[in-house]
């Protein structure tokens, strides 16, 4: 019990940690901010109005889930950089040597990183609100958690890449190969019905498809597949990502 | 008549378990990068309550042994014990037992200095009840209370390397193994440093482990030095035992016409090392025999008597000289490429 117990404050060490730095670094801060107004307002505004309506919402309104799920996917990822950073001198070692297992280390690392992740979430969400996307309470809190999901899995994905490599270069190099495919091939810009078959079957197999999916029904009422299914599939992704990012952190 | 008794029993016992006494062992310790052999069949043997030094250039493998033993790195063959706990199969019995100061800075720069110390608090499970009361307790010994809410980054090389003294120790560590303590650091404030390091090994009767390549550090701070070349030992004693073996005071010499077997057969000349064109001769009680010594060297160009170093030590077993300047960048260089 006395061992359970320490974990948790284990993880809550590694956690604070991180949230206390994501709060003073505010380079971090502002352009997490920053750069999904831009997507929202320049790029869904700006094609919106050469674009006909999509299922009865403006265009921009229809990017609006798949624009959230985006940023929270891209500052997921990216946190795993910060590993590389972290070993590059001796900071991670003073959390590795600790009595504590390398699953909470892990755990602590994913919950901070779905912090930094979430700020920008939240954020979205009530620009949302002014953008004219219809939202309830009960939306809102659904759509808090399945971006939450999200973040978890793709902190985790950012995790593994970065505790196996041991360059920032290397990292962006990697990282790039999974983002971009993983955002374009998600469903996140355009209806996933009536794509060529090629294209079908890569956002079929793409997890991404599935959280931006949700993200449209609960917001949208817009599904492609039901949400339950969507839901299953991004939480089964999520835990083999964090399997995988445990056996990466005990092999450090 | 005398009682013996009593004493005669303390040393029976000391001596059935003298395992306990030795709190670090390495039995043929041993580590490969590849085809690089950082460590090389180690043996080795701390006692409890020492100050104990691994002194060798860069590249030794002081750091991958000091790794090994905090349980950072698995070896590739042989054994160890730390407090007794064997250091792959008890790794978490190992890592509640030792306090770390690792070479290069460890501390978050964007944290506080009581940040930093609240975080190990919690990683490193000390009782909730004494946390508080503990932090101030180490800000104390290394002189930090009126710094410790500043954040990390407006603290001096030095400031920061006392604060992971204190945080070294924290958790009340039975082994405090220290890498490099004042690499990079000025001259002042690395005597600064060593103060703190004895004076919290008293006060918390600590066996500390340290690595270093600065001779003074090794001279004055630790009871016993291993010198250190290509991951094996070299030499195994207290500073004052290794340089009186073989150095005492050395005397450089310089001398066209070489006979140095004559030189080496004198009884007084306890080693011969050449190096540059240079002779350097260890001898007991220079100042006694330098009249002599010049009898049989003959015309000379230049003759220099000091009393020896572990450099000196060190020249003696390796035929090379640890410098400084083969160190790694210094301490705030490295800082800065982060
Ligand atoms: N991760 C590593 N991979 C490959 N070689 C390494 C690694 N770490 C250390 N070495 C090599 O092992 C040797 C000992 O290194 P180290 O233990 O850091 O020495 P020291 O701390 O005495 O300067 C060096 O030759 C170094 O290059
Ligand atoms: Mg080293």
New binding site residues.
């Given amino acids: 019990m006395s061992n359970f117990f320490s974990e948790i404050e284990g993880i809550y060490a590694v956690w604070l940690r991180e949230a206390k730095i994501y709060v003073r670094e505010k380079e971090r801060l502002i352009s997490s901010v920053i750069s999904p107004l831009l997507w929202i307002f320049a790029f869904g505004a700006g094609v919106g109005s050469a674009v006909n309506d999509i299922s009865g919402y403006s265009y921009q309104i229809f990017i609006y889930p798949g624009i959230a799920v985006m940023s929270v996917l891209f500052t997921s990822l990216f946190y795993g950089v910060y590993i590389i950073w972290d070993r590059k001198l001796d900071f991670l070692k003073e959390v590795l040597v600790a009595p504590v297992s390398r699953a909470s280390v892990f755990a602590g690392k994913v919950l901070g990183g779905a912090t930094d992740a979430m700020v920008q979430g939240i954020f979205l969400l009530i620009i949302g609100l002014f953008i004219g996307v219809p939202m309830t309470p009960l939306v809102l809190i659904q759509a808090f958690f399945m971006l939450l999901l999200i973040s978890i899995a793709m902190v985790s994905i950012g995790l593994v890449i970065g505790a196996n490599l041991n360059s920032p270069e290397g990292f962006s190099l990697v990282i790039n190969f999974v983002m971009w495919p993983m955002f374009f091939f998600s469903g996140a810009l355009f209806p996933v019905g009536n794509l060529p078959s090629w294209l079908e079957g890569a956002t079929y197999v793409n997890p991404l498809t599935y959280g931006v999916d949700a993200m449209r029904g609960i917001i949208l009422g817009i599904n492609h597949f039901p949400i339950y299914y969507d839901a299953a599939i991004m939480l089964l992704f999520a835990l083999l990502a964090m399997g995988a990012g445990v056996l990466s952190f005990r092999r450090m | 008549m005398r009682a013996p008794k009593i004493i005669d029993s303390i040393r029976f016992l000391s001596f059935t378990f003298i395992f306990d006494i030795m709190v670090i062992k390495t039995e043929g310790l041993t580590k490969k990068?590849?085809k690089?052999t950082?460590v090389e069949g180690l043996n080795l043997e701390v006692e409890e309550g020492e100050i104990f030094g691994l002194l060798?250039p860069?590249?030794?493998?002081?750091?991958?042994?000091i790794s090994m033993l905090c349980t950072i790195l698995k070896p590739t063959s042989g054994r160890a014990w730390v407090n007794g706990f064997d250091i792959v199969k008890e790794s978490g019995k190992v890592r509640k037992s030792i306090g770390i100061v690792f070479?290069q800075p460890s501390v978050d720069d964007l944290l506080t200095g009581r940040e930093n110390l609240a975080m190990h608090n919690l990683l490193f499970g000390v009782p909730r009840s004494i946390r508080k009361q503990r932090i101030d307790e180490v800000l104390s010994i290394v002189n930090l209370e009126k710094r410790a809410d500043d954040l990390v980054n407006t603290y001096s090389g030095g400031m920061r390397r006392r604060l992971e003294l204190a945080r070294g120790i924290m958790h009340h560590p039975k082994i405090l193994f220290l890498?490099e303590p004042t690499l990079g650091l000025d001259p002042q404030t690395r005597e600064h440093i060593w103060a703190y390091i004895s004076d919290l090994a008293e006060k918390e009767c600590m066996t500390v482990m340290l690595?270093t390549h600065y001779m003074e550090e090794a001279e004055q701070l630790c009871d016993r030095v291993a010198i250190i070349d290509y991951?094996k030992i070299v030499a195994l004693d207290s500073p004052e035992t290794l340089k009186n073996k073989i150095a005492g005071d050395v005397v450089k010499i310089k001398q066209k016409v070489r006979d140095i077997e004559t030189i080496k057969n004198l009884d007084y000349v306890k080693g011969v090392q050449e190096k540059d064109g240079l002779l350097y001769l260890s001898i007991k009680d220079a100042s006694k025999h330098l009249q002599d010594l010049l009898t049989h060297t003959g015309p000379i160009d230049f003759v220099e008597v000091r009393s020896g170093t572990l450099n000196d030590v060190f020249l003696y077993y390796t035929g090379r000289e640890i410098r400084e300047s083969e160190a790694e960048g210094g301490f705030w260089e490295r800082m800065m490429k982060r």
């Fill in positions: 990068y590849g690089i950082a060798g860069n590249g030794a493998g002081k750091t991958t042994l070479q890498d690595t991951g």
